[in-house]
């Protein structure tokens, strides 16, 4: 069975995610919060490295808040854009300069970190962490990670634009969507603005297409781990490939150029129609129109309107804290208080537009947006699939991007390019 949430996590998620449901637990967590923030406390630093550069702005002014409640505790703050996250950890690992909380996606990821983070398990929270987000940091029955949010991609469109070139139906099949791009750019638009400068656009989110349209998606993935399955020759792989000639056919100038900024200026000042991402880029969007119209549809890659009509939801990241933190408790306390204060969840859903990963942290649709409401509705009817790319070999994102970058520019053909794929893949599995 491909890796997607079940019926019945679906609709629990959106139940809460619409109604909400404030428990008295919730209060009793408060409650310790505000004895805790009663003693006096020697003054510590609380080291925070995250990858969320669209809520770098909101966070700073939680951790102002934070502050305010928590004498003698002062957070650090450093963001860096994701696709240079774990380059850049690594790195401040290896030179003894270790964050308290940092980001970690979970599976394979989490395997190459799991003896320097913290177990979990025993958190006030963690029993209300939805089961299905609790997947990709659990190893043998602890938790290691807190995950805070959830998140779905797509193609994000502008819906005035679309008005504008009289699209009435969002596309589900590969031929509908270049009947859309030809409709947009008879209306003077440029259908696609692509970033494939930045690696994740493609290792991750493009790759993820196929990889999630696999008839079992772990068993591929198990299979190209054996030698058992190859690249060449899979027809959903193909299917992607027409996709991505489509996308680029119809696309801005330079798009092995464009790198985030520009990509979300072009989107969000109307130059474009369409961009591969996900509500994520909802805050940024609307810093340069916040009356922008959009919403958040599928990515078709052949003619099967029911394998394409889906979104694809999973976790982005989970908070870890560093196992042999000075200020481990200082740590704990503040992922604690981020997700059971009235503040810290005001930010999660208002402020960050985060569809919370907890069952006890209400969201309406208004503070998510409208891709969110849109996730919301695939998630009802059960049309989702995963994030597959943290189940990789370690650096093999970064690996395929490079080569398809390749293949938008010229320089290799199908085979060379699914050649490479290949060759990357055996190269960098765990033995």
């Known amino acids: 069975m491909k890796r997607s949430l079940t019926a019945g996590s679906a609709l629990v998620l959106l139940m809460s995610f619409l109604t909400g449901c404030a428990t008295n637990g919730d209060k009793s967590a408060d409650t310790k919060t505000a004895n805790n923030n009663a003693k006096p406390k020697k003054e510590v630093t609380l080291k925070i490295f995250q990858a969320k550069v669209e809520i770098s702005e909101q966070l700073n002014k939680l951790k102002d808040e934070y502050e305010k409640t928590h004498p003698g505790v002062k957070v650090q703050i450093e963001t860096v854009i994701g696709t240079d996250y774990n380059t850049i950890l690594k790195t401040k690992f290896a030179a003894g300069e270790m964050p308290d909380i940092f980001n970690n996606e979970g599976f394979q990821q989490l395997e190459t970190w799991k003896d320097r983070v913290e177990d979990l398990s025993d958190q006030p929270w963690a029993k209300d962490v939805f089961d299905f987000a609790k997947e990709p940091t659990t190893i043998n029955g602890k938790l290691y990670g807190m995950p805070v949010s959830l998140e779905g991609y797509g193609f994000v469109y502008n819906k005035d634009l679309f008005a504008k070139a009289n699209i009435t139906e969002l596309p589900k099949t590969l031929s509908q969507l270049e009947d859309v791009s030809k409709k947009l750019q008879a209306n003077g638009v440029t259908p696609f603005v692509n970033m494939f400068q930045v690696w994740s656009s493609l290792g991750r989110h493009f790759f993820n297409n196929p990889m999630a349209k696999q008839s079992n998606t772990d068993a591929f993935i198990k299979d190209l781990n054996d030698g058992k399955?190859?690249?060449?020759?899979?027809?959903?792989?193909?299917?992607?490939?027409?996709?991505?000639?489509?996308?680029?056919?119809?696309?801005?100038?330079?798009?092995?150029?464009?790198?985030?900024?520009?990509?979300?200026?072009?989107?969000?000042?109307?130059?474009?129609?369409?961009?591969?991402?996900?509500?994520?880029?909802?805050?940024?969007?609307?810093?340069?129109?916040?009356?922008?119209?959009?919403?958040?549809?599928?990515?078709?890659?052949?003619?099967?309107?029911?394998?394409?009509?889906?979104?694809?939801?999973?976790?982005?990241?989970?908070?870890?804290?560093?196992?042999?933190?000075?200020?481990?408790?200082?740590?704990?306390?503040?992922?604690?208080?981020?997700?059971?204060?009235?503040?810290?969840?005001?930010?999660?859903?208002?402020?960050?537009?985060?569809?919370?990963?907890?069952?006890?942290?209400?969201?309406?649709?208004?503070?998510?947006?409208?891709?969110?409401?849109?996730?919301?509705?695939?998630?009802?009817?059960?049309?989702?699939?995963?994030?597959?790319?943290?189940?990789?070999?370690?650096?093999?994102?970064?690996?395929?991007?490079?080569?398809?970058?390749?293949?938008?520019?010229?320089?290799?053909?199908?085979?060379?390019?699914?050649?490479?794929?290949?060759?990357?893949?055996?190269?960098?599995?765990?033995?």
């Open 229 to 431: 399955a190859k690249f060449a020759g899979n027809p959903i792989f193909a299917d992607s490939l027409n996709m991505l000639d489509l996308i680029v056919k119809y696309g801005n100038k330079n798009q092995l150029t464009t790198d985030y900024n520009s990509f979300i200026a072009t989107f969000g000042s109307g130059q474009a129609a369409i961009m591969q991402s996900g509500n994520w880029t909802l805050p940024l969007i609307q810093k340069i129109d916040p009356k922008i119209n959009v919403g958040l549809m599928p990515i078709p890659i052949n003619e099967d309107a029911a394998l394409n009509d889906k979104l694809f939801v999973g976790v982005p990241n989970n908070w870890v804290i560093h196992k042999d933190s000075q200020v481990k408790p200082e740590a704990k306390e503040f992922l604690n208080w981020l997700v059971t204060s009235d503040i810290g969840k005001n930010y999660l859903t208002k402020e960050f537009k985060f569809i919370p990963a907890l069952k006890t942290i209400p969201a309406d649709a208004a503070s998510v947006g409208t891709p969110g409401e849109d996730i919301a509705k695939y998630l009802k009817e059960n049309k989702v699939l995963g994030w597959h790319w943290p189940k990789y070999p370690d650096g093999s994102p970064q690996e395929m991007a490079a080569s398809l970058q390749k293949y938008i520019a010229g320089k290799v053909n199908r085979d060379q390019l699914l050649a490479e794929f290949q060759g990357t893949w055996d190269k960098m599995k765990t033995k």
